[in-house]
């Protein structure tokens, strides 16, 4: 098999939901070997991938690791960073994200908003 900057994120997004968790959770791990053996960990839409497929099972140190390791973050790693921080209940955490991509001038798509919206419901009363 081919791996290509197409491939891998496919295949991370199929190993999240379906049948055993710890063979699909294993799987993944090994699919983000390849992306760090084949040189994609700085594709964007590859580390987003690896992102979420992480934040789906839980795991919230590895992608903030991917995270911090891309050179460029547009505004589908930041979606991904933050959607996987809300998923694993860090509400605090997930607006500073937000916060910092408000900084990083990274375009706000339509795609975070729901996000946002349900972390400040989740968040309650801040002051």
Not at 55 to 73: A, E, H, I, M, T
Not at 91 to 99: P, R, V, Y
Request: with cysteine.
């Amino acid at each position: 098999m081919k791996s290509d900057h197409y491939s891998l994120p496919t295949l991370l997004k199929a190993c999240v939901g379906i049948g055993d968790v710890s063979d699909f959770q294993l799987l993944g791990v090994m699919l983000h070997g390849m992306v760090v053996k084949f040189g994609f960990e700085n594709h964007v839409v590859v580390a987003s991938s690896v992102l979420d497929f992480y934040s789906r099972y839980g795991n919230l140190n590895d992608p903030r690791l991917v995270f911090q390791g891309l050179l460029w973050k547009n505004s589908v790693a930041w979606n991904s960073m933050i959607s996987g921080l809300a998923k694993g209940g860090l509400h605090l955490e997930a607006l500073n994200c937000f916060k910092n991509m408000l900084g990083s001038k990274a375009k706000i798509d339509a795609m975070i908003v729901p996000t946002l919206l349900s972390v400040c419901g989740k968040q309650g009363d801040i002051k």
